[in-house]
Structure formats: structure tokens, C-alpha cells
């Protein structure tokens, strides 16, 4: 079975084109633009993970992780980071987050993790 | 010290040269000072000076004339009543005996015996009748029958009644004078007594007063002519030399001078208007003490001026000093504010830039990766490994951007302190990212000997990193082409401290450039450094509540040490708030 996974991040391009590459990876992604699609749509499904950019116009990640956090306790989420700095990850994963990550990625360095935290 | 002085001195009244002179502000500051300290400090002084010199002048010219004046009258006193009792001797003769009993030479002679026992200076007696012609005499000449008609004194006594003659040589050649009374008898006939007095009893009058050397005592009459003998004025019976006032009433005293230029005090006395008594002391005699006193005053003065004008020299340098070193300071942690501030608008400026980069970069990650992913879950086709491998190349060169942005993002924190649990081997490693290029151009051989057990410190990163860069800057820079760097990091428990030594075999430092190397702006990098590397390096350290220590010696090489508290100090956490 298909691990569900929710993409979220406000650049289109971006969250597009990794959602195409962990499907082709056997993940079933669905993908949100923004903090608020990114609640509501994970209060209408049940997701395996999450994986959330932390820079994003609108809610920001910390505050879209508490409120999956708040809907779901278990839900493991890894955060992704345009900084140099550790120091919002490091704040992420305080509130709860499983891991983070930072911008551009490595694909095999993502599902690496992923294949850790679902394991 | 003297010599700064000197020139201290010098320079303080004579602009200096352009190579060394300060800024003209702070030269006419200086000179302001000094000259305001010397004003109100001299001025007084000077004023008390001269009050003190004019006051004590007064007084001790009082102190010397009342003595002098005492002197004075005292001799005048007793020439009077000399020549007083003298006169009314005879005045008593001529009353108490007739003309006749006179004429009788017994008698006269009687008379003069008496006299002679009971006065000293009677030298002889004789009795004058009208015509002027001597009628009878006692004494040691033979007189009898002379004429005096012919003489002054006989004309001057019928007018005055009694007659004091000057002094004069007799016979015998020994100064005398001449006293003559007047009588009138019943019959309204004149007839005279005349006596003449030695003058011993002038000189011994006059050498009564105690004269001290280069003093003078003589006595005049009123042509100025010497009656007693004076020691420099010239001889008894001529004229003095001495330049004397006309017309002396009472007692005074002058200054004058006399016939060899020098200045004297003259006490000046008429004796029974005939005489003037005259007694003459140099003045650099009586004012001995007082030129003295004058020349102990000046020289005071003079050597508390000196005093003055140094301490005020030194006084205004040292004001001025401390005033040009707080402008300096305050202009130097302006300039290192301006610095620090272009230095954080640069950071601000490249992170925002980093961050803009930093999406495209992972679009142009995940598009290249996708593609990958496409052509390697494909089937074999003509050019597929071609694709792949430009492909890669694609990804690899976002990879290098990525090490660029994030970089620059972790310069731009360097300039907020967050104190963190870090690694100092893994900043180590960071910072020689930046340097291996230089590194291997000049083929400088970097020796890492990191010990991996010590513990994680308690600081900030982005300092850190600025700390070891400067380091390993200064390093590079102090060593040759081909010259080595050994970075070593060790743990000290007693002291909780991480430390670690950057140690270079460059060109190392003298002992005057040791002294200044944590002060801003100082730099040996002629030209091309701003001096600030060390001076910023230490006030991290310092905030980080670090410590920074070096050894160099010259030609052989420098070793920084910095130590970094492994756990957050009380200090650093009341430093926050």
C-alpha cells in the first residue's frame, strides 16, 4: 500500500515538480499552495506524512505545524528550510516536527527520511 | 622625559612642523589653557609680589631714617648745648664782672683758670674795648694791644650781640673757634669778651657717632665748609665735595649722590643756624638686608613663575591629551559603528538576495532532478547517458549555489548574537571552506589536528566563524607561499574551556607591534588593511565571554589561542536581559 503523503509549499513550480518525482518514487502526494489549502485539506483526508515548507506568504510553517499538530498528534511532518541557519528547524522541531530539511534538496536525502520516519 | 619636554616646551610657542603636528585645534587648545592657568596664577602672584616688595620697602626705609634722624638730633643737641654753655660762660663773665675788673690782668687770668678747670676747650680769654683793641688777655700768646676793628667778627658782634666764628687755623695750627659777647656799660659804652674753644670737642662730638665703614660724620658751616674732618668729602677748612642742599631747616634726610656717583642716604641738621651736621652712609650699606631680601623675593618669584609656566605646560598637554585621546576614541567606535553597520547592510542585502535565489534554485533543482528521474525510468535510448551526465552537471552546479546562498545567509546572521550549543571542529572545517582555494593556489600545507572528543560550546555561530576567519586571514597572510598553518583544538576541564590554536610560521610580530595589535586601526598591512580584523576579533571573543591570547616572535611564527566557555557563563545570560 501507497504511503500518503501532503506536499505543502507556496511555490507552484516547486511542489509541482517534487510531488511528480516522489510519485514516480511509488508515493501517492497530494499537494497544498498555501498553509490555510494545506489544514483543509489535511482535515478531509488521512495523511502518512507531511513534508512543509516553513517560508510561506500567509500562515507560516511553524504556525500551519501547530495546527496539524493540533488535528492530528501522530502525524509525522518534515520541514523544509530556505536558511542557512539550523535555528527554525531546530524551533520545528521543537513544537513537534520529525525532521528538516533545507532548500534545494536532495531527493535521495528526502526519501531517506521519509523511508525512516514511515518505517 | 626631558627631552619630550623640551620639545614640549618648543613646540608649545613655535608651531611645529607638518610631520608632527597635531591638529591645529588641538594646539590652540593648549595654548589656551596654559595661558589662562598662567594668567590667574601669575597675575595674583605678581600682585601680591609687589605689594609685599613696596610695603616692606616703606617700612624698612622708616626702620632706617628713625635711627638716623635719632643720630641726628642727638648731635645736634649736643653741639647746641656745647657751644651754648660755652656762650653763656662767657655771656656770665662779662655780666658778672665789670670792664675795669677785667682789664685787670690778675683778674682775667683768675678767671681763666676757673674756667679752664670747669670747661674743656677754653684754649684763651681777653677783653676787647670798644675801638677793638685787646686790653687785656690770658691765654698762651701775647696778644695784648692787637686791633680787631678791622675783622669781621668785631663788625658781625655789634650788630648780633654775640659772635660764633667758623672754625679756623691759629698759630699753633690746630683748628679752633672764636666766640664773642658783647657788654654795654652804664655809660653806654661797648666793650667785648673774647674766647677762643679748640675744636677737639667737634671731632670728639662727631666721633661719638658710631660710624660703620663707608660711613662719613663732619660738621659745615654755611659756606659748606668743612669744619671737622671727613673721610671722603674732603679736608677740614675746604669746601665739600659732598653736593649739599641750600637753605637747611631742622633735621632731614636725603637720598643724594655724591661726587664718585654712588648713592647715599644724607642726614642733614642745622646746629644753631651757624653749622649743618652732616652724616652720610651709603645706601647699598644701610639697604644691605634689604637687597638682600629683595633679591631672595625675586628669585622666589622667579622660580615660582618657572614652576608655573612648566606645570602649566604640562597641565594643558595632559588636559589636552586626554581630550584628543576621548575625541579619538569616540571617533574610532564611530567608525568601527559604521563599519559594523556597512558590514550588517551587506549582510542584510546578501541574504535577501541569497533567499530570493534560493527558490529558483530548488525549481531548477527538482526540474533537472525530475528529468533525471524521467530518462532513468525510461527505456535505453540513443543519448540517454549523455543526458544524464549534463544532467547531472545541472544538479551539481545548483548544489555549489546552494553551498554560495547559504553561505551568504549565515554571514548575514553573523551580526545578531544567539548563543548556541555548537561544534567548534565542524566551524573549523566551515570556515577553511572559505580559504582552501587561496590555500591551494599558494600551496600553504593546513594541518588539522582536531581532538573529537571535546564537548560542544556555548556561543554563537556566525562570531565564531567571524573570529576564526580574521584568525586564519591574518595567518594566511603572515606566512609565505608554501608556508603551513596547524589548527589544533583541544578541551581544558578545569576552565570548562574549548580551546583552539591557530599557529602560523609567518613573518610573526616585533615587540612594538605586540603592544598595539588588539587596537583599531592599527594596522602592519600597509594599505590594503583597515585595522580593524584584531581589534573586532577581540571584542567578539571578549562578548562571547572568550579569552584571546598570542605568542610570536619574529621570523618564526604566531600562535592565537581562543578559548570558548563550554557553558552559558552567569555573565552572559545578565548581559542579555
Known amino acids: ?119 | 622625559m626631558k627631552k619630550t619636554f623640551m620639545n614640549n616646551l618648543f613646540y608649545f610657542f613655535k608651531t611645529p612642523p607638518e610631520h608632527i603636528r597635531r591638529p591645529m585645534r588641538y594646539v590652540r587648545m593648549r595654548r589656551s589653557i596654559a595661558f589662562l592657568f598662567m594668567v590667574i596664577t601669575i597675575v595674583p602672584l605678581t600682585i601680591m609680589a609687589g605689594i609685599n616688595y613696596h610695603q616692606y620697602r616703606e617700612s624698612l626705609k622708616k626702620e632706617i631714617k628713625a635711627p638716623l634722624h635719632n643720630i641726628l638730633n642727638d648731635i645736634r643737641y649736643a653741639f647746641e648745648i656745647f657751644i651754648e654753655e660755652r656762650l653763656s660762660t662767657i655771656r656770665f663773665i662779662s655780666n658778672a664782672y665789670s670792664d675795669h675788673e677785667l682789664k685787670d690782668p690778675d683778674i682775667i687770668k683768675k678767671i681763666f683758670r676757673a674756667l679752664r678747670h670747669e670747661f674743656s676747650g677754653f684754649v684763651d680769654l681777653g677783653m676787647i674795648d670798644q675801638n677793638g683793641i685787646l686790653q687785656s688777655y690770658a691765654g698762651p700768646y701775647n696778644l695784648l694791644g692787637k686791633d680787631y676793628s678791622q675783622q669781621d667778627s668785631f663788625r658781625e658782634v655789634k650788630v648780633r650781640g654775640t659772635y660764633i666764628s667758623d672754625v679756623f687755623m691759629g698759630y699753633r695750627k690746630f683748628p679752633h673757634i672764636v666766640c664773642v659777647v658783647e657788654r654795654v656799660t652804664d655809660e653806654g659804652k661797648s666793650w667785648f669778651l673774647r674766647a677762643t674753644i679748640d675744636t677737639k670737642k667737634y671731632e670728639e662730638l662727631v666721633n661719638s657717632v658710631n660710624l660703620g665703614p663707608e660711613s662719613d660724620a663732619f660738621l659745615l658751616n654755611k659756606e659748606k665748609i668743612l669744619q671737622t674732618a671727613s673721610r671722603y668729602y674732603g679736608n677740614v677748612m675746604e669746601k665739600t665735595t659732598l653736593d649739599i642742599p641750600d637753605a637747611i631747616h631742622g633735621t632731614f634726610i636725603k637720598e643724594i649722590k655724591d661726587n664718585t656717583g654712588k648713592i647715599v642716604l644724607a642726614g642733614f641738621t642745622s646746629v644753631h643756624s651757624d653749622y649743618i651736621f652732616v652724616l652720610v652712609k651709603p645706601k647699598s650699606l644701610i639697604l644691605k638686608s634689604w637687597y638682600s631680601l629683595k633679591s631672595e623675593m625675586f628669585f622666589i618669584l622667579g622660580v615660582s613663575i618657572i614652576i608655573i609656566v612648566i606645570a602649566s605646560i604640562r597641565l594643558s598637554n595632559l588636559v589636552t591629551n586626554r581630550i584628543k585621546t576621548a575625541d579619538e576614541r569616540r571617533e574610532t567606535a564611530l567608525k568601527e559603528l559604521q563599519h559594523t553597520q556597512k558590514l550588517s547592510s551587506i549582510g542584510r542585502l546578501a541574504a535577501g538576495v541569497a533567499h530570493e535565489i534560493n527558490n529558483p534554485l530548488a525549481i531548477i533543482n527538482e526540474k533537472a532532478g525530475l528529468m533525471n528521474d524521467i530518462i532513468s525510468f525510461s527505456k535505453d535510448f540513443e543519448l540517454k547517458d549523455e543526458f544524464l551526465k549534463h544532467n547531472q552537471s545541472i544538479i551539481n552546479s545548483v548544489s555549489r549555489c546552494r553551498s554560495i546562498t547559504h553561505r551568504l545567509l549565515g554571514f548575514a546572521r553573523r551580526f545578531d548574537i544567539n548563543f548556541e550549543k555548537l561544534d567548534v571542529n565542524s566551524i573549523v572545517k566551515e570556515v577553511l571552506g572559505f580559504l582552501e582555494k587561496e590555500a591551494s593556489y599558494r600551496q600553504i600545507d593546513l594541518v588539522l589536528s582536531l581532538n573529537h572528543e571535546i564537548p560542544e560550546v556555548f556561543s554563537d555561530k556566525g562570531q565564531v566563524q567571524q573570529v576564526f576567519l580574521n584568525l586564519l586571514t591574518n595567518a594566511m597572510a603572515a606566512v609565505e607561499n608554501g608556508g603551513k598553518i596547524e589548527i589544533t583544538s583541544y578541551y581544558i576541564a578545569d576552565q570548562k574551556m574549548v580551546g583552539i590554536d591557530f599557529k602560523d610560521n609567518g613573518y610573526g610580530m616585533s615587540e612594538e607591534v605586540k603592544k598595539h595589535i588588539f587596537d583599531p586601526f592599527f594596522t602592519t598591512k600597509r594599505g590594503q588593511g583597515t585595522g580593524l580584523g584584531l581589534s573586532i576579533t577581540y571584542g567578539i571573543v571578549k562578548k562571547l565571554k572568550g579569552k584571546i591570547n598570542f605568542e610570536s616572535k619574529e621570523n618564526i611564527g604566531t600562535t592565537f589561542t581562543i578559548l570558548l566557555p563550554e557553558e552559558e557563563t552567569y555573565e552572559s545570560m545578565s548581559e542579555e536581559e
Not at chain 1, 497530494?30 to 502518512?48: P, T, V
Not at chain 1, 500567509?58 to 523544509?80: D, N, T
Open chain 1, 1 to 119: 500500500m501507497k504511503n500518503k503523503i501532503l506536499l505543502v509549499d507556496d511555490e507552484y513550480e516547486f511542489v509541482q515538480t517534487l510531488a511528480q518525482r516522489l510519485k514516480l518514487r511509488n508515493y501517492d502526494v497530494n499537494i497544498a499552495l498555501s498553509g490555510e489549502e494545506c489544514l483543509e485539506i489535511f482535515s478531509g483526508q488521512n495523511f502518512d506524512l507531511v513534508v512543509l515548507d516553513l517560508m510561506m506568504p500567509g500562515m507560516s510553517g511553524l504556525e500551519v505545524l501547530a495546527g496539524l499538530k493540533r488535528a492530528k498528534q501522530s502525524i509525522p511532518v518534515i520541514l523544509l528550510t530556505g536558511h542557512g541557519s539550523t535555528k527554525e528547524g531546530m524551533e520545528g522541531m521543537k513544537l513537534g516536527a520529525a525532521d528538516y530539511l533545507m532548500k534545494p534538496l536532495d531527493i535521495n536525502q528526502l526519501t531517506d527520511k521519509m523511508e525512516e520516519i514511515l518505517k
